[in-house]
């Protein structure tokens, strides 16, 4: 079977691509994949042995508004299209955005033979948006969320089915851990730096504060330079990183007591983000933004904590919060959680294991 995999990003910036690659049967399947080279530097494509790869190369900051990437993205859908002409018996489309850009084409030529990868919300509010989307559901063979909460904006579909970004590497590598001690609380945010405002707040209620530190990890695009340059002068006890790999992230975690996993972005209050995964795996608790979905999973399976940190006492409830943990009780919490991910999880999996045309 001839497969094309349409990825929206570079490939270090898709874990999500491992649900594919780990499972779809390489040796009798001819599989393509189509990616976007955003920053035009050369990553490491050694998993992608046997795959031919379709790369499309235009430069674009992720951190800018959408309306700014029009031309980019009708520049992707043509190198696409351009793809798809040779013609394939299944595709699978990683993202929501390729999905609303190439709907004509899957829906008309690749009907029920297309999984829609069903990854963010951002234009469902906008009727024809969101019409678009429930087409391609309904068109689809399955469509997976990384969500729950995103299945508010979709049909009520039995193809749908929630997928985890969980990582056979970070769970091999959970074998081997062993956390490095500090006196100190080490918070540690890890992926794309987003959300100026929310973590200007952040770092503005921890800087200088004896008890903390505070890390990034992650490309310095505007974001980052702008929090570098905001904490120059007077954060002691607030750390960048810069980029990393994935095999270097077990590094880091090593060093990590709690978990950045704070948004404000309309967005964000919907998904689940890898590091709330890291947290299950690699068992560190996590802070969460208040009234967001992972907030919700955060508090009913007892592995973090909900924080504002507009909120005065933001420093404080989280010290207190840290030493009040129940170790044994937590990492039970942990694994009980994750379990059940890998038991949902296994449904997804034996989907992408069993396609056939």
């Known amino acids: 079977m001839k497969i094309l995999i349409i990825g929206f990003a570079k490939i270090k910036y898709m874990p ?7 499972n779809l049967d390489r040796e009798n399947n001819d599989i393509h994949l189509i990616y976007w080279n955003r920053d035009l530097k050369e990553e490491n494509l050694s998993k992608l042995e046997g795959i031919t790869l379709h790369e499309f190369s235009s430069f674009q900051e992720d951190e800018v508004a959408k309306l700014e990437k029009l031309e980019n993205f009708k ?10 002409k040779e013609k ?7 993202h929501s955005l390729p999905g609303v850009l ?6 008309s030529g690749y009907k029920n033979r297309f999984i829609f990868d069903y990854r963010d919300f951002t234009y469902e509010n906008f009727l024809p948006y969101k019409s678009i989307i429930h087409t391609l559901v309904n068109n689809s063979y399955k469509t997976f969320v990384s969500s729950d909460a995103f299945r508010a904006f979709l049909p ?28 100190k609380i080490r918070i540690g945010f890890w992926g794309f730096i987003r959300e100026e405002k929310t973590n200007l707040e952040i770092i503005k209620r921890l800087t200088n504060d004896e008890r903390f530190e505070l890390h990034y990890y992650g490309r310095e695009q505007d974001v980052c330079k702008a929090l570098k340059k905001a904490t120059t002068d007077s954060a002691q006890n607030v750390y960048f990183h810069g980029e990393y790999t994935p095999d270097e992230k077990i590094n880091f975690v090593k060093n990590t007591d709690l978990i950045h996993n704070i948004y404000g972005d309309s967005n964000m209050n ?8 890291d947290g299950l795996v690699f068992e560190i608790p996590q802070l969460v933004m208040k009234n967001s979905y992972m907030g919700v999973l955060v508090s009913n399976n007892g592995i973090g904590k909900v924080v504002n940190p507009k909120d005065e006492a933001f420093a404080d409830e989280v010290y ?3 030493k009040s943990i129940n170790q044994a009780k937590f990492k039970r919490n942990c694994r009980e959680a994750l379990e059940r991910v890998k038991a949902q999880q296994s449904t997804v999996t034996d989907i992408v294991k069993n396609l056939k045309e």
């Open 16 to 22: 999500y691509l491992d649900l594919y690659l780990e």
């Open 75 to 84: 520049k992707f859908r043509d190198f696409a299209v351009s793809v798809l």
């Open 88 to 94: 394939f018996d299944f595709i699978i489309v990683l």
């Open 102 to 107: 190439l709907s004509r084409e899957l829906v």
């Open 156 to 183: 009520n579909n039995k193809k749908i089915h929630t997928s985890h970004n969980i990582s056979t590497r970070d769970i091999e590598n959970q074998r081997s851990i062993e956390k490095a001690q500090s006196p």
């Open 270 to 277: 919907l998904a689940v983000s890898n590091k709330y995964y």
């Open 320 to 322: 207190e919060y840290y």
